[in-house]
């Protein structure tokens, strides 16, 4: 059993920040890249950042400069910071990770469950 559990989210002013975690715990023997995406209402569900094992990380456009992912793989863990927000970042946010749960399985994506971030004055 692998979880996935996003915490940071909430109601910020534009202009300011927040800080994602995703920590990924349960029968896990290794993971490969790990995703944010974001899913604003009536939307579709797009990729915000990705970064993977040895830590290379990619943006989307939208999102460059201002946010920055990292991870800790000692920790199985996950982060994004999120600064200069604005209301088009309002949206739930996944995480979501690539991994293996022995040394013979084959790599599968698990997801978080979301965690709100709400931008307005």
């Known amino acids: 059993q692998v979880q996935l559990v996003e915490s940071g989210g909430g109601l910020v002013q534009p202009g300011g920040s927040l800080r994602l975690s995703c920590a990924a715990s349960g029968s896990i023997f290794s993971i490969n890249a790990m995703y944010w995406y974001r899913q604003a209402p009536g939307k579709q569900r797009e990729l915000v950042a990705f970064?993977?094992?040895?830590?290379?990380?990619n943006y989307a456009e939208s999102v460059k400069g201002r946010f920055s992912i990292s991870r800790d793989n000692g920790k199985n863990t996950m982060a994004l910071q999120m600064n200069s927000l604005k209301p088009e970042d309002t949206a739930v946010y996944y995480c979501?990770?690539?991994?293996?749960?022995?040394?013979?399985?084959?790599?599968?994506?698990?997801w978080g469950q979301g965690t709100q971030v709400t931008v307005s004055s």
């Open positions: 979501n990770a690539l991994l293996t749960t022995s040394d013979h399985s084959p790599l599968r994506s698990y």
């Open positions: 970064i993977t094992s040895g830590g290379s990380t």
